[in-house]
């Protein structure tokens, strides 16, 4: 099991039961997700994520990860067929990278699009859109508070008579937790363990799964990069 947090929160339940409903959110169309914070001077000189013999995958590695992640799991985990790395990424020094974009493309024609940087202000926002809905969550690795975290939702939302406005306007929700999203993670990695050990279960197979689909894509967004941002296609 990877170390993605929010996968575990309950908002991320319950904000799948809305994607999942079609009269509400319909069929997927796109994605998008943007995950950046502005790195202090200490870390652009010494943090482990800025040394190409540590993690030399940089902001598309550690940033990056989380924007793949939540595409794919909008998605419900269908792999795109090709993605594409925009131009404009940003180096560091040491040849990591500190800041890059890429759009995704999916053989049904859905598309999605992310954006990581160490080199931004603080941002956590995903959007996604359907054909009757859309959904928005603005906080979706690190809620601002811990034990609460909210998202909006609209559904067939239109104009009113006079083009002044939303009919229907989105709503909000919001989700508590008594126990935070990364307590939850290892009770559940923790819950994993002990049935293999004391109940003679198979290992589950799901968080591996999905950490190897984050994984394809993220490589194949880096040899976009490293190839003059070609189309690469994703290959399971």
């Avoid at 870390?43 to 540590?54: A, M, Q, T």
């Avoid at 939303?166 to 290892?186: I, N």
Wanted: aromatic share 10%.
């Amino acid at each position: 099991m990877d170390a993605t947090m929010w996968m575990h929160h309950p908002r991320t339940a319950k904000m799948r039961e809305f994607l999942s409903d079609n009269s509400m959110f319909g069929e997927l169309k796109s994605v998008h997700s943007c995950f950046t914070f502005a790195a202090t001077k200490d870390f652009l000189e010494s943090d482990i994520r800025v040394k190409p013999d540590l993690d030399a995958l940089g902001a598309l590695g550690d940033v990056g990860w989380y924007c793949i992640r939540s595409i794919l799991w909008a998605a419900d985990f269908e792999l795109p067929k090709s993605v594409l790395a925009l131009h404009g990424t940003v180096f560091h020094n040491s040849g990591v990278i500190l800041a890059c974009s890429a759009s995704l493309q999916w053989e049904d024609g859905k598309t999605a699009t992310f954006h990581c940087s160490f080199l931004a202000n603080l941002t956590m926002d995903v959007t996604v859109v359907g054909t009757n809905g859309t959904l928005h969550f603005h906080d979706f690795v690190i809620p601002f508070e811990e034990r609460k975290a909210s998202y909006s939702t609209s559904v067939k939302s239109g104009f009113t008579e006079l083009v002044t406005g939303w009919e229907p306007k989105p709503s909000q929700h919001t989700v508590t937790t008594e126990l935070p999203q990364e307590t939850l993670m290892v009770s559940e990695f923790s819950r994993l363990v002990g049935s293999i050990k004391f109940e003679n279960a198979k290992p589950e197979k799901k968080w591996p799964t999905l950490s190897r689909k984050t994984q394809l894509v993220l490589d194949a967004v880096k040899a976009s990069i490293e190839r003059g941002y070609e189309t690469v296609e994703v290959k399971n």
